[in-house]
């Protein structure tokens, strides 16, 4: 028996692994968050019965490609066993098509996984070769397995397509997206910012960014619990954080102690941003809640539109409580 499984280990061909891609393509990986939508909200669902709102029945290879290509495009996450939407992912099940964020959401999670990445960059000056020329490149190249190179050129450009990103042309070379030497740059921890919403200046005097949201779409400043979206932001000054805990200091004057300085000479100030109301309630234990409100609602609707995201957040809450409720049982 012995000399047979010898020989048998022997006949075995060495398996040939592709470099690490997204087992389905963005339009399919997007199917499959919006039933995870559907079925529980924004709770975060346990492992098994997220994957079955996905149309699996168990934790199978296929399965598992799956989850695994969510997320490479940073739709999800997964903690403890749970599956829950990323913030992206948020953005793109709970905007309605045409919307701008959505969008830009989906271009994001198209350009997210590393192999992407590295063929877009590649023919960025040139634009994407021939399916035949491409599939060459990918298995010579970068040892692509020639019985999976055909499903990655399929799924590659149905994203680019999907999110509207088919011309490679177009992208701008990664040093520039990371913000290299560009002073719109991407905002960073440690950069102070300024907040304009809705074409009006938020900040008495910028702020400095102390977190940053594991999805790169939000962003938190001192002084604020609240997560502002990375695209209302402008970096108008950058800080250096050594150590966690230390002060960060200013590479630049501060706007504010610009305005300071040259009020003298008439130099025309910041608008003093719209007022802001915070509320807070004690629940239960540790249970509270917090809500902080910016200007003033000018028409009904705004308080309609409140209240509708108040009640989405609530059933969410029971979703969730509901799905702690089930699996405690089990």
Known sequence: MTEQA???KKDQKPRHRSPNYPGIGLRAAIAKIEALYKADGLAASPKLAALKHMGYDKLHS????????????????ETTDRIKLTQRGIEIVARPAGDARRQKAIEASAVSPEIYQQVMEEYRLTGLPSDSSLKSDLITVRKFNPSAVDGFVRDFRDTLEFAGLSDVKVLQPKQEQDGSGDQQRTPQIGDYVQWESNGQIQFHEPRRIRALAEDG?????????????ISELTVVASGTVDKPGEQVAAADPLPSERLKQSKSEGAPQVAAPPKMRSYSWALSG?????????????SEEDIDALADYVEITIRALKRSLKSQSLGGKG
């Open 62 to 77: 296929e399965a598992a490609r799956t989850l695994s290509a969510l997320k490479s495009f940073g739709l999800v996450d």
């Open 217 to 229: 779409l939000w962003a938190f400043v001192d002084g604020s619990d609240t997560g502002l979206a």
């Open 6 to 8: 010898g020989e048998a």
């Open 286 to 298: 540790d249970f509270s809640a917090k809500m902080e409100l910016f200007g003033d609602a000018h």
